[in-house]
């Protein structure tokens, strides 16, 4: 059985930084890529960041460029989504997601899913 776990979401101000951490199971986890998604209510879920498995990085949302980084702990099975600068638009459900090595934007692509952590970002 495969399990995605994320966790590390919380209300923060704007300008405060987050730590979201993404713990997958039950996959040969330094085959796959992950990718960081987040919905807002009334709002299509996006991609955000991808980590492929050499560690490069995709960017499918320009605003979090500069602000936003992916990281990956293969040891530990592990992706990490640093968030500083935080912003009230910011503010979503973030769910990781694993495919199979390549990354990719789009939600139909990935078949395994966390169940997400908040993210709220307050002025």
């Known amino acids: 059985q495969v399990q995605v776990v994320e966790s590390g979401g919380g209300l923060v101000q704007a300008g405060g930084s987050l730590r979201l951490t993404c713990t997958a199971s039950g996959l040969p986890f330094d085959t796959y890529s992950l990718t960081w998604f987040r919905q807002a209510p009334g709002k299509e879920r996006e991609g955000v960041l991808c980590?492929?498995?050499?560690?490069?990085?995709?960017y499918y949302e320009d605003s979090v460029k500069g602000r936003f980084a992916i990281s990956r702990d293969n040891a530990q099975s592990t992706v990490y989504l640093q968030m500083n600068s935080l912003k009230p638009e910011d503010t979503a459900m973030y769910h990781c997601?694993?495919?199979?090595?390549?990354?990719?934007?789009?939600?139909?692509?990935?078949?395994?899913w966390g169940q997400g952590t908040q993210v709220t970002v307050s002025s």
């Open positions: 980590v492929f498995l050499n560690g490069g990085t995709v």
């Open positions: 997601a694993a495919r199979y090595y390549s990354c990719s934007g789009s939600t139909a692509d990935y078949p395994y």
